[in-house]
């Protein structure tokens, strides 16, 4: 059985960074993703890779704050999280999917979830 766990999250003060990370176990995923659900919100897509890192996609809200890279032979994805906000304050997801995609439905494994707090 895949395994995908976060860990990183925390709290952090608006301004701040945060890099939280996944990692799967014994398999390393054509495509990574990053997604965060914040509380009486629906889940929302933050950031994807591909396999290679040759592509990368991001949220408008987090365009130019955040970065998500992979490191294959550790199999495990980052998001480095930068002038981080109180909106930014969510569980974040991380998901594998077997293609290029930013839709919650192609993505079939999720990991546990790792809580960042944004304090203004």
Do not use: H
């Amino acid at each position: 059985q895949v395994q995908l766990v976060e860990s990183g999250g925390g709290l952090v003060q608006a301004g701040g960074s945060l890099r939280v990370s996944c990692a799967s176990s014994g398999r390393t995923f054509n495509n990574m993703g990053w997604f965060r659900q914040a509380p009486g919100k629906e889940r929302e897509f933050v950031a994807a890779i591909s396999r290679s890192s040759s592509r990368t996609y991001y949220a408008d809200s987090v365009k130019g704050r955040f970065t998500i890279s992979r490191d294959n032979a550790k199999n495990t994805v980052y998001l480095q999280m930068n002038s981080l906000k109180p909106e930014d304050t969510a569980v974040y997801y991380c998901a594998a999917a077997s293609i290029w995609s930013t839709r919650q439905y192609q993505y079939n494994y999720w990991g546990q979830g790792t809580q960042v707090t944004v304090s203004s």
